[in-house]
């Protein structure tokens, strides 16, 4: 069995088993907490208008990043052939899959979660949920990090997160607020914009220690409607 082929220019990273990673590139196991071991695990991040998928087994094993994202499903299987190919991996030998679930772009989750719901169902492995938006606080060194997406209109996608003992702890849920709610956040909160989006190996380093989900019942976590329904209903 094979994932199916692509010739999707991409950059990519490889790393030796278990090495440090650039805090800027990727995760560090050790200072994150990712102490599981021996899962062999393929990580999604779809959320964004770039993208990027990485192979982990104790670390990050190989990433790919691509700046066009990914629009189609076709498109991201050809790419995790070719980069399971790459690590010398089969389909057979991946264990779970993490995916980014939202908020983000509508079309990128959906072939995000998509894709892993087809993997997880024909392959029989784990698949577990990663919040977008926890993956791409997982960038920050701050005590006080916030994540903010444009939601449109003057608007923010606002998540709020602190680091305790080392791990980003969620501080409220993703909500939508005028884009002037970011002058009003407390004095050394760093905040994280498009220009700094969540990396696959920020998913796979979530991944490895969250519990594995029901891949019948894995939803996007939206939090607003697309424009066109909200063009529909009358709300913008």
């Given at each position: 069995?094979?994932?199916?082929?692509?010739?999707?220019?991409?950059?990519?990273?490889?790393?030796?088993?278990?090495?440090?990673?650039?805090?800027?590139?990727?995760?560090?196991?050790?200072?994150?907490?990712?102490?599981?071991?021996?899962?062999?695990?393929?990580?999604?991040?779809?959320?964004?208008?770039?993208?990027?998928?990485?192979?982990?087994?104790?670390?990050?094993?190989?990433?790919?990043?691509?700046?066009?994202?990914?629009?189609?499903?076709?498109?991201?299987?050809?790419?995790?052939?070719l980069l399971c190919r790459s690590a010398?991996?089969?389909?057979?030998?991946?264990?779970?899959?993490?995916?980014?679930?939202?908020?983000?772009?509508?079309?990128?989750?959906?072939?995000?979660?998509?894709?892993?719901?087809?993997?997880?169902?024909?392959?029989?492995?784990e698949v577990v949920a990663v919040p977008?938006?926890?993956?791409?606080?997982?960038?920050?060194?701050?005590?006080?990090?916030?994540?903010?997406?444009?939601?449109?209109?003057?608007?923010?996608?606002?998540?709020?997160?602190?680091?305790?003992?080392?791990e980003v702890i969620a501080t409220s849920?993703?909500?939508?607020?005028?884009?002037?709610?970011?002058?009003?956040?407390?004095?050394?909160?760093?905040?994280?914009?498009?220009?700094?989006?969540?990396?696959?190996?920020?998913?796979?380093?979530?991944?490895?220690?969250?519990?594995?989900?029901?891949?019948?019942?894995?939803?996007?976590?939206?939090?607003?409607?697309?424009?066109?329904?909200?063009?529909?209903?009358?709300?913008?």
């Amino acid at each position: 069995m094979t994932f199916g082929y692509s010739n999707r220019v991409a950059e990519q990273r490889s790393y030796a088993l278990g090495e440090n990673l650039d805090p800027v590139l990727g995760c560090v196991a050790p200072q994150r907490g990712c102490y599981a071991r021996g899962v062999k695990l393929l990580a999604l991040e779809t959320s964004t208008r770039q993208g990027s998928i990485a192979l982990w087994d104790d670390g990050v094993v190989a990433e790919r990043a691509y700046a066009a994202g990914f629009r189609q499903a076709k498109s991201l299987v050809g790419e995790i052939d070719l980069l399971c190919r790459s690590a010398g991996w089969t389909p057979t030998d991946l264990q779970r899959v993490a995916v980014s679930i939202g908020p983000g772009s509508f079309t990128g989750v959906r072939v995000g979660l998509g894709v892993a719901k087809m993997l997880a169902l024909s392959l029989g492995v784990e698949v577990v949920a990663v919040p977008s938006l926890l993956a791409a606080a997982q960038r920050s060194s701050a005590e006080r990090i916030a994540v903010a997406l444009d939601a449109r209109k003057g608007r923010v996608i606002l998540g709020q997160f602190e680091r305790r003992s080392g791990e980003v702890i969620a501080t409220s849920e993703p909500t939508i607020v005028p884009d002037a709610t970011l002058d009003e956040l407390p004095a050394g909160t760093e905040i994280l914009r498009e220009d700094t989006p969540p990396l696959a190996s920020d998913v796979a380093c979530l991944g490895v220690k969250m519990t594995p989900v029901d891949a019948v019942r894995l939803v996007p976590a939206y939090v607003r409607r697309p424009e066109p329904e909200e063009k529909r209903l009358g709300l913008v």
